[in-house]
């Protein structure tokens, strides 16, 4: 794959066009999201669309280098950081995170969903690193009512139910709560989403004797330019947050630019959901993914993650029995998807069958084709919240992917 210039835009011969361009601005000018930047990357060639605000309030505009809070679509990039620790040898897929998380050992596993905390049985084995990167450890986000499930209630008192609010407390804190838990399903037995990417960057942060946000730095955004990309950024250059009031349809802040989300230093750096980026850094990430965890440098290339990690990651870990019992929105997404290391693959139709990315409950959407070359980033700053929320995501992606002439 080669390297792209970022800003190129308009009607390239392997770019969407205006009608694209037109769907993206009618969404802003009715009021669906307050503003956007979008990528298209296609065989050397780029094509952006800017539109609408970065802050209602003050009108200030959108620019193609605004940073947004994209949420889950960070996930990659802590499952690109582990793998990393499994090529230096410091982790095994397969081995148990229980020297480097003594929280998870000997765990104990509720009998069935509603059942209370007293209730349970021994683990089977051990949780691993592949549990984690599977979200398959046994613990994430229980789709069950609160008031009749123990388990679900217990983890929003303790702040660890997946959700927009992140946790507010340090590292050692979040595991130390998670620990006090027992798990809802045996380790590896179905897909619970989140928490593991959670707790993956906590086991990256002391396998590898830095902070997680360190880490990163040095192993992943310093080598792929991503200089935008981290867990906090200034507030002039973040996009306040909105979501859509329910009674009143109106866009409502969320989380100010300037509030304590992600204009300071977090005291716990969620791997799973607490990133920020612009759509340029995550240009490069597709790039690096798509040239087989490569990044290119002058006069050569340099290899950041084999390409025996970076194959097992972009493959479908869940099978189908566990797929029949991890429901997931939409009620047919397992019919088409699957997941891989941190990351979600497409399993169907044909034409689209290989391709890998994942969304941003903050209003992001990241998506590569390696049959095609195609890079597909599209960050908005309003929360997901139902299943029309997907509308402009769906027809952003169906056009980037479609064939060119």
């Known amino acids: 794959m080669l390297p792209f210039a970022f800003g190129m835009t308009g009607p390239l011969s392997s770019a ?19 503003g956007l930047v979008a990528l298209v990357a296609r065989a050397g060639e780029t094509w952006t669309h800017v539109a609408g605000f970065r802050d209602l309030e003050s009108r200030a505009p959108m620019t193609a280098d605004t940073v947004f809070a994209v949420a889950s679509i960070g996930k990659p990039i802590t499952a690109i950081a582990t793998l990393m620790l499994v090529e230096d040898g410091i982790l095994g897929l397969d081995d148990p995170v229980d020297p480097w998380l003594p929280e998870l050992a000997d765990r104990r596993v509720l009998r069935s969903l509603d059942a209370d905390f007293s209730d349970t049985v021994p683990a089977d084995r051990a949780i691993t690193v592949r549990d984690l990167l599977t979200m398959r450890m046994g613990l994430g986000l229980v789709l069950a009512n609160p008031d009749t499930t123990p388990i679900a209630a217990r983890m929003q008192e303790m702040g660890l139910a997946p959700g927009p609010k992140l946790f507010d407390r340090d590292a050692d804190t979040y595991m130390a709560r998670l620990g006090s838990l027992p798990l809802v399903h045996q380790p590896g037995e179905r897909w619970l989403y989140h928490t593991g990417l959670d707790v993956a960057g906590v086991l990256v942060a002391r396998a590898s004797g830095m902070t997680l946000g360190a880490f990163k730095r040095e192993r992943i955004f ?68 798509l040239d087989g965890g490569t990044v290119r440098e002058a006069p050569g290339s340099r290899h950041l993650l084999s390409q025996e990690l970076l194959s097992q990651m972009l493959t479908d870990q869940i099978t189908p029995e566990q797929k029949a019992a991890s429901p997931w929105f939409p009620e047919d997404f397992w019919e088409t998807h699957g997941w891989g290391l941190g990351i979600a693959t497409r399993t169907a139709p044909d034409d689209a069958r290989g391709r890998f990315g994942w969304w941003g409950g903050f209003g992001t959407a990241f998506w590569c084709d390696p049959a095609t070359d195609t890079i597909a980033v599209l960050f908005t700053q309003r929360m997901m919240a139902g299943p029309d929320d997907t509308e402009i995501f769906d027809a952003f992606l169906g056009e980037a992917f479609a064939p060119r002439t």
């Open 16 to 34: 969407p066009g205006k009608a694209l361009a037109d769907r993206l601005e009618r969404a802003v000018a009715e009021e669906d999201v307050p």
């Open 222 to 289: 310093g080598p792929l330019g991503m200089d935008d990309t981290g867990f906090s950024a200034p507030a002039d250059r973040l996009a306040t947050a909105y979501w859509r009031n329910p009674e009143t349809g109106a866009l409502e802040i969320w989380n100010a630019a300037s509030g304590a989300g992600f204009a300071h230093a977090p005291a716990f750096e969620a791997g799973g959901s607490g990133h920020v980026s612009t759509v340029g850094d995550f240009h490069a990430f597709g790039c690096f993914l």
